[in-house]
């Protein structure tokens, strides 16, 4: 009987641990989902379709990377309520981890997205990933994730 219940107690923990662990994973990708659909809400347009991959989120903020056609990039983007909006569209400046402890990001948080861009980012062909590069300094969108109005020179 004591074997019966100790060997029943263990299942059970293992099957709460698992289905613990399916709701992270379930909660990532909703935010995943989320963060893309911010994106292709804002930049997606029938002649220029927009391409969102990979996408890394580490608490409230999300790094993500974009093409449209010969063109690329990566958004930083931040949680607001239930709601992911834009705050950073650049290039290479923001896999640095201390652009992004810049931007208000917890350092293990900054280091953690870092990381799991470059990695995630990996997995993808060298020019998918080039791409990315194409995005040429750093432009900071408003509170409703616009960038402000280019100037005419």
């Known amino acids: ?14 099957v709460i641990a698992c289905a613990s662990l399916g709701a992270v994973a379930a909660d990532a990708t909703a935010d995943q989902a989320a963060v893309r659909h911010a994106l292709m809400a804002e930049f997606d347009k029938p002649e220029a379709r927009l391409q969102v991959e990979p996408v890394v989120v580490v608490d409230d903020a999300a790094l993500a990377g974009w093409t449209q ?24 400046g923001l896999k640095d981890a201390t652009l992004l402890r810049d931007t208000g990001i917890k350092p293990a948080a900054a280091d ?42």
């Open 1 to 14: 009987m004591v074997l019966l219940h100790f060997i029943l107690r263990n299942v059970l923990a293992t």
């Open 69 to 92: 056609g010969e063109r690329g990039g990566r958004a930083l983007l931040f949680r607001k309520g239930t709601h992911w909006q834009i705050a950073v569209c650049g290039g290479d």
């Open 112 to 153: 953690s997205l870092a990381k799991g861009l470059a990695a995630a980012e990996a997995k993808l062909p060298a020019s998918h990933r080039a791409k990315f590069s194409t995005f040429d300094g750093l432009l900071r969108m408003d509170g409703a994730g616009q960038h402000p109005p280019a100037h005419k020179h």
